[in-house]
């Protein structure tokens, strides 16, 4: 997880954000807790999202770096689907559907497709990551759930 490589940040600048505007970040936590506790809806996590994005802008970060530390954590995340992959290819379950589309499932990750086509739905952990173009990796993982039965 290089995402939470702190070592390449200003610490003394981040130290001064904190000293400066403590009282901000402590009303933005509390406000965060009420939001959480009391919303029960996808607009909560809306709500959370824009707090935590204010707080961001509000630190000094710009939109190139929210952007690179975003490519990290979908880096990281998809780094994580693929060694799911790997790991548990001998406990993956291959279905074919109903609707001529297949499905490989394992307990951390989900593959969707249509035969003879070059991409996959991949979902990790119950969490939609988008599709996938097939690869080596992907593909091996599909015919280990065939061969599993």
Known sequence: ???LDFSTYDTDTW???FKDHWLMLVIALVVLFMIVRIVKT???WAIVAA???GIVVYSGYSM?????IGTKVADTVKQEAVNAMVGEAKDASFVNNSDGTFTV???NVELTGVPGENEVAV???GTELGKWELDSTIQTF?????QNG
């Open 142 to 146: 599909i015919d280990q759930a065939k």
């Open 51 to 53: 707090i935590v994005l």
């Open 64 to 68: 190139d770096d929210l952007k690179e």
């Open 15 to 17: 130290m001064t954000f």
């Open 123 to 125: 979902s990790f952990r």
């Open 105 to 107: 499932k394992t307990k």
């Open 1 to 3: 997880m290089d995402f």
């Open 42 to 44: 996808v607009l909560k």
